[in-house]
């Protein structure tokens, strides 16, 4: 079964293109390392909530927008094994080497996590 890794961050407005192409670059990595598929997308309809929101989770500032992202991987051991070696890999990649490509956000308010799918519905 599919694996999923999921991510919510706040980006500068402003910093659109540059994160875009971070996000390229990036992700291509993942691509190459066996990820089935990588999904960056720009907020666009992000309401704010009574109690929580989008927003809120990642302290998003009034000149930030929400990106909702995932990586789907074949199976948890595949993106086990790329997460194990982003360390070391980064010192030779420049995709994923924070010098080379810096993250155009706060990592900080960054949320993350992987997920195991208990429903999978396809066209």
Known sequence: MSYVDGFILAVPTANKKTFVDHADRANRY???????????????????????????????????????????????????ACVGQMEEASKSDDRINPEKNPMPFDGKRMIYGGFSPVVELDA
Not at 45 to 59: C, E, I, L
Not at 66 to 78: G, K, L, M, N
Request: proline share 4%; hydrophobic share 35%; with cysteine.
């Open 30 to 80: 993942f691509m190459d390392q066996g990820a089935l598929r990588v999904r960056e997308c720009w907020g666009n309809d992000v309401p704010d909530g009574n109690h929580t929101d989008f927003r809120k989770a990642v302290q998003a500032k009034e000149d930030e927008t929400v990106v909702f992202s995932w990586v789907e991987w074949p199976d948890r051991a595949t993106r086990d």
